[in-house]
């Protein structure tokens, strides 16, 4: 239905185009004379038979778009963009064509009018040209592929690749609806052709694995009363236990680096880990360094402390009048 609607809105606007050539200047006597023609036979059969070409042609090259694209592993929906745009394309020429015939303007009126046409196209259509050779480039060059999970740090999006087609990219959100990077399993579409003005940053590129690995780290705070060397042995032991394969495989072992703190001191420890599991293998870790460190005597965490000079004063007295009793 709503083709036959286009179609019929389409002969419409022809057919009132046509008479207001004819009888323009009947209507509207100040109207140049390139606006009023005379019907010829011979104009009319071009007319028709530059319809027609242009019809085949449609036909012959949406044709082998739609078989170009479907063997290069393209999508039904990028064949009916490409056609759109190429029927667009292909109309607006007849067009052009068919009102130079009529009014004999020749090349000069067809040129003249093309030219302001191509203008307005190539404004209009700038962010899809310069999608779709932003999808020929991802293609060449393969900065990343499906399943790669990669990082916009301009949009502030992270996602798992889930599909490269010629006008936009879909990720997998990672993140967004909760705190840590795991899939949301919410669609984002990026349109390639932003995808020139920003940076990437590809989580699994260029692995040398089985599995891409990231460096990842878990801060643990402890007190400045703790034993140092036992909190890094019981830290460095749960990592060791939790990521025995990565370890293995990539032959980095777990190590600790520190910082101080005004209520303590920040142990880092840091370890290989699946780029896209780090939640899972942090929350293992952080849930048996808890349980270690509550068996162990000689470490504690560290607590922020705030400290008021009065109640501390209440509190040195009253902790001497019970010293002076004793």
């Not at 606007?13 to 050539?21: E, K, S, T």
């Not at 990592?239 to 520190?258: C, F, L, W």
């Not at 699946?274 to 509550?294: G, M, S, T, Y």
């Amino acid at each position: 239905m709503r083709s036959l609607k286009t179609v019929g809105l389409i002969v419409a606007i022809l057919v009132i185009l046509l008479l207001f050539m004819v009888y323009g200047r009947t209507v509207i006597p100040f109207l140049p004379p390139i606006f009023t023609i005379e019907i010829e036979p011979a104009n009319l059969i071009q007319a028709m038979l530059v319809a027609a070409g242009l019809y085949i042609m449609y036909v012959i090259i949406s044709y082998m778009i739609s078989t170009t694209v479907v063997r290069a592993g393209g999508k039904r929906g990028d064949v009916k963009m490409l056609t759109n745009f190429l029927r667009s394309i292909i109309f607006f020429v007849g067009v052009l064509l068919i009102i130079s015939i009529f009014t004999g303007g020749g090349l000069t009126f067809a040129t003249a009018l093309g030219a302001f046409g191509g203008m307005f196209l190539g404004w209009s259509l700038q962010q899809p040209v310069t999608g779709l050779a932003a999808w020929f480039l991802i293609n060449i060059r393969r900065p990343f592929k499906v399943g790669d999970r990669i990082f916009l740090p301009a949009w502030g999006l992270i996602g798992d690749v889930l599909d490269v087609g010629m006008m936009y990219t879909t990720l997998n959100q990672v993140g967004g609806t909760i705190g840590s990077e795991e899939p949301s399993g919410r669609r984002i579409l990026i349109p390639n052709a932003i995808l020139f003005s920003n940076v990437i940053i590809n989580y699994t590129s260029e692995i040398k694995t089985t599995q891409p690995y990231i460096l990842d780290e878990v801060v643990v705070r402890i007190t400045y009363d703790s034993d140092w060397e036992e909190a890094e042995r019981i830290m460095k032991k749960v990592a060791t236990e939790v990521t025995m394969d990565i370890i293995k495989e990539t032959g980095v072992e777990p190590y600790v680096r520190s910082d101080f703190y005004d209520y303590g001191v920040y142990l880092r420890l840091r370890y290989m880990t699946l780029a896209v599991d780090r939640p899972r293998i942090a929350h293992e870790i952080n849930k048996k360094i808890f349980e270690e460190f509550q068996k162990n005597g000689k470490v504690d965490f560290a607590i922020p402390f705030i400290y008021s000079y009065k109640k501390g004063e209440k509190a040195f007295k009253v902790l001497g009048d019970s010293e002076t009793a004793a």
